[in-house]
C-alpha cells in the first residue's frame, strides 16, 4: 500500500470562477485537466462550517431522534440532533450547542466518535459524531428553520433497527449509530 503523504496531486487546475455565495456555503467551477489527461470541469461546494452530529444515551441505553421536514429531499426525516458548527466554534462546542438547541437535553461525558467527509466527491464539508452521556433534561432553544421539528426518545435498540431496515437514511446519524453499536456491543 502506498503512503497516502507521497501521492501527487493528479488534477490540474487552469482556473476557478467562484458561481454561488451565501452565509452557508460557495460553489465555484473549476477548469482542470484530469488524471487521464482530459480537459474537464469540476465543481465543488464549499461550506463555511462543519456538519456536527451527537447522539445522546442515558444510563438506561435509551437516546433521542429529532425529526424534520428536508426540504432539499422533500421528505420527512427522523436523525440524530445535527446542525452547522461555525468554523471558529470548536466541534465539541458545536455539538453541546445542538444537542441544548435542539433537545434541551445536557450531557456530562462528551466522546467524538466519528470525523467525516459527508460527500468528497463534489464538497468539503468535514462533519463530527460526539457520543454525550450522562443526560440532564432542560428547555430547547429551536431556531426559527426548527419550527416544525420533533423530538422522539426512545430505546437506542429502536433507533438501531431503524437505521438496519433503512427508515434513517441520513448518513450523520447511520454512521454515527454503527459506532455506539459497536462500541457498546449492541
Not at 12 to 34: A, C, F, P
Not at 92 to 107: P, V
Not at 169 to 179: C, F, H, I, K, Q
Amino acid at each position: 500500500m502506498q503512503n497516502p503523504e507521497k501521492i501527487k496531486n493528479p488534477w490540474t487546475t487552469l482556473s476557478g470562477e467562484e458561481k454561488y455565495d451565501n452565509k452557508w456555503i460557495t460553489v465555484t467551477e473549476y477548469q482542470v485537466i484530469n488524471p487521464g489527461g482530459g480537459e474537464g470541469i469540476y465543481g465543488k461546494v464549499h461550506f463555511k462550517n462543519r456538519a456536527i452530529g451527537v447522539i445522546p444515551l442515558d444510563k438506561d441505553l435509551n437516546t433521542w431522534l429529532v425529526g424534520q421536514f428536508r426540504y432539499t429531499l422533500n421528505e420527512w426525516h427522523w436523525e440524530i440532533p445535527e446542525g452547522g458548527g461555525p468554523l471558529d466554534q470548536t466541534p465539541l462546542e458545536a455539538a453541546q450547542r445542538e444537542l441544548l438547541e435542539e433537545t434541551g437535553l445536557k450531557a456530562r461525558r462528551w466522546k467524538q466518535i466519528i470525523r467525516l467527509h459527508t460527500s468528497n466527491s463534489v464538497t468539503d464539508e468535514e462533519g463530527f459524531v460526539f457520543l454525550a452521556e450522562d443526560i440532564e433534561a432542560g428547555e430547547s432553544n429551536l431556531e426559527e428553520t426548527e419550527a416544525d421539528l420533533k423530538v422522539w426518545k426512545l430505546p437506542f435498540k429502536d433507533a438501531l433497527q431503524m437505521v438496519l431496515n433503512g427508515k434513517i437514511t441520513d448518513s450523520m446519524s447511520v454512521m454515527g449509530m454503527l459506532m455506539v453499536a459497536r462500541m457498546k456491543g449492541l
